[in-house]
């Protein structure tokens, strides 16, 4: 049974340019969230989503970053005119409703 | 608001135990614990919903007094592997779409 998959696992892009990010969670769950982790430092929620549905964006930044989850398909986070303060770690998790949330291996974003 | 975690860090010999405590503000209804390797994704512990539960499987354990909006974790017997950042997460009683809010994050290292 394979676990939350996210892609890339490191991506590097230079300001100015955009980073898609991918999320398929884990089979039979329905519940996506996105988070951002800066180098040492905590798990910032950013988004929470269901299919074709976004439930909770209030982390979200309000310009520059959008997420989706079609109904077919992986969640994405797209980030539009990447900058330096972007790069960070981001998080995907997914889950049935109630339960705990299941972490995929992350999308490393390097900004130049 | 961001739970408020203590202590930081704790060091620790192999054999030793230790309790990380997890405290909000807000009134909770059900808090998640994780714990994170060094550039890895956060690995679920456990949940613990309002009522006042205690859980735990092997020697990890953790309990919720509601009254106090307060948990802890307990880790008896520590080993090697439990080494690592721990994660708690809340959800609020007022929140309707159950989006988890992380401390910042309880640095544990246990050493030979």
């Known amino acids: 049974n394979a676990g939350v998959m996210q892609n890339p696992r490191h991506l590097v892009r230079r300001r100015g340019q955009e980073a898609r990010l991918r999320c398929s969670p884990m089979k039979g769950h329905s519940h996506v969230y996105w988070y951002r982790q800066l180098p040492e430092e905590g798990l910032k929620f950013m988004v929470y989503?269901?299919?074709?549905?976004?439930?909770?964006e209030s982390g979200m930044p309000k310009e520059r970053f959008s997420a989706e989850f079609p109904k077919e398909g992986p969640s994405i986070l797209r980030i539009q005119q990447v900058v330096r303060g972007d790069s960070a770690a981001y998080f995907c998790?997914?889950?049935?409703?109630?339960?705990?949330?299941?972490f995929g291996p992350g999308t490393r974003l390097t900004v130049l | 608001q961001q739970p408020v975690q203590s202590p930081q860090a704790v060091i620790l010999r192999e054999g030793e135990d230790a309790v990380i405590n997890c405290s909000s503000s807000k009134a909770l209804y059900s808090v998640h614990w994780y714990r994170q390797k060094h550039g890895e994704a956060p690995v679920f512990l456990m949940i613990l919903l309002k009522g006042g539960e205690q859980k735990g499987h092997e020697k990890i354990s953790a309990s919720f007094n509601e009254k106090k909006q307060q948990s802890s974790l307990y880790l008896t017997a520590s080993q090697l592997s439990y080494s690592g950042t721990y994660f708690c997460g809340t959800v609020s009683l007022e929140s309707n779409t159950g989006k988890l809010i992380f401390g910042q994050g309880t640095t544990l290292q246990v050493k030979p």
């Open positions: 998790a997914s889950s049935p409703p109630g339960t705990g949330q299941f």
């Open positions: 989503l269901q299919k074709e549905n976004i439930i909770d």
